[in-house]
């Protein structure tokens, strides 16, 4: 514990002698010693109302994203940074039981072909039904579960969802392609693609090239190799595969596998489609 300091950046000086002696090796025999220390720092009074305990359990916190960034140095607590963790957790939990409790819904983007006018495709586009917020675009959730494991799952919700509406319809005498996108995570699974086969064998009516699979192009460049394979399985299946947001990265129009033909479309519109 440090007491009267001028200011926060007064302390530093002081942390880094206490890493530095921390760090001097002892002679023990005729070994030396040495180890190195990582620290954890907050600081006190803080914007908010906090006892003991919470200090104490701000140090620990920041202590460990020390050792993370690799030891023998010192982190201060960031009481900014715990807040949007804090908010990021509390909006995977809520947005796990959106999807238990199907607030999440599909809209349908026409895809139109600028020659013709004719309609030739939709775009699936996920949006929350939020109870109390009303309709909430994908960038206002989806970001939070990019990395997590509710992002498979809800991946795997929108092509059930998808496949589901095509069904109804073409029972209804409408019978049009739908392309949904897929995420960086769902996309590195291992059991993509057969789980990718079984959604498609509960619709055992739907052409299989009736789907489009589209990847974003900055996902594809984290690993080309991985991708490739997965793309190639998704064509031994029947589903066409479609590059998406093409340009933000450095993909070729040469590239084999993709289907670059979207170009000649524009996206116009938006609606909802219920399932039955």
Same mark, same amino acid.
């Given at each position: 514990?440090?007491?009267?300091? !001028?200011? @926060?950046?007064?302390?530093? $000086?002081?942390?880094?002698? &206490?890493?530095? /002696? =921390?760090?001097? +090796?002892?002679?023990?025999?005729?070994?030396?010693?040495?180890?190195?220390?990582?620290?954890?720092v907050t600081f006190y009074p803080q914007a908010d109302t906090i006892d003991a305990e919470q200090l104490l359990r701000q140090a620990d916190?920041?202590?460990?994203?020390?050792?993370?960034?690799?030891?023998?140095?010192?982190?201060?607590?960031?009481?900014?940074?715990?807040?949007?963790?804090?908010?990021?957790?509390?909006?995977?939990?809520?947005?796990?039981?959106?999807?238990?409790?199907?607030?999440?819904?599909?809209?349908?983007?026409?895809?139109?072909?600028?020659?013709?006018?004719?309609?030739?495709?939709?775009? !699936?586009? @996920?949006?929350?039904?939020? $109870?109390?917020?009303?309709? &909430?675009?994908? /960038? =206002?959730?989806? +970001?939070?579960?990019?990395?997590?494991?509710?992002?498979?799952?809800?991946?795997?919700?929108?092509?059930?969802?998808?496949?589901?509406?095509?069904?109804?319809?073409?029972?209804?005498?409408?019978?049009?392609?739908?392309?949904?996108?897929?995420?960086?995570?769902?996309?590195?699974?291992?059991?993509?693609?057969?789980?990718?086969?079984?959604?498609?064998?509960?619709?055992?009516?739907?052409?299989?090239?009736?789907?489009?699979?589209?990847?974003?192009?900055?996902?594809?460049?984290?690993?080309?190799?991985?991708?490739?394979?997965?793309?190639?399985?998704?064509?031994?299946?029947?589903?066409?595969? !479609?590059?998406?947001?093409?340009?933000?990265?450095?993909?070729?129009?040469?590239?084999?596998?993709?289907?670059?033909?979207?170009?000649?479309?524009?996206?116009?519109?938006?609606?909802?489609?219920?399932?039955?």
């Amino acid at each position: 514990m440090l007491i009267d300091l !001028a200011d @926060i950046e007064a302390s530093m $000086p002081l942390l880094t002698r &206490l890493l530095a /002696a =921390a760090a001097q +090796p002892q002679v023990c025999g005729a070994v030396s010693l040495q180890v190195s220390a990582s620290l954890g720092v907050t600081f006190y009074p803080q914007a908010d109302t906090i006892d003991a305990e919470q200090l104490l359990r701000q140090a620990d916190q920041a202590m460990y994203k020390a050792k993370l960034a690799g030891k023998n140095r010192y982190q201060v607590f960031s009481a900014a940074q715990d807040r949007r963790l804090r908010a990021t957790h509390d909006l995977l939990a809520r947005l796990r039981r959106a999807l238990t409790d199907q607030e999440l819904v599909l809209y349908f983007q026409p895809k139109v072909n600028m020659r013709t006018g004719e309609v030739i495709g939709a775009e !699936a586009l @996920i949006r929350w039904q939020h $109870p109390e917020q009303g309709l &909430l675009p994908p /960038a =206002a959730f989806l +970001p939070a579960s990019e990395d997590q494991p509710l992002a498979i799952e809800i991946g795997d919700w929108v092509i059930a969802t998808a496949l589901t509406q095509m069904d109804t319809w073409r029972a209804a005498g409408l019978v049009i392609p739908v392309s949904v996108n897929i995420g960086a995570r769902q996309l590195q699974q291992p059991d993509f693609v057969p789980r990718l086969r079984t959604r498609l064998a509960e619709h055992p009516t739907l052409p299989p090239d009736s789907l489009t699979v589209e990847v974003v192009e900055t996902n594809a460049l984290e690993d080309l190799a991985h991708v490739a394979q997965v793309i190639a399985a998704c064509r031994q299946s029947g589903v066409t595969c !479609a590059l998406d947001d093409f340009g933000t990265g450095y993909a070729s129009l040469t590239y084999p596998d993709f289907d670059y033909s979207t170009s000649i479309f524009a996206n116009i519109g938006c609606y909802r489609c219920l399932t039955a």
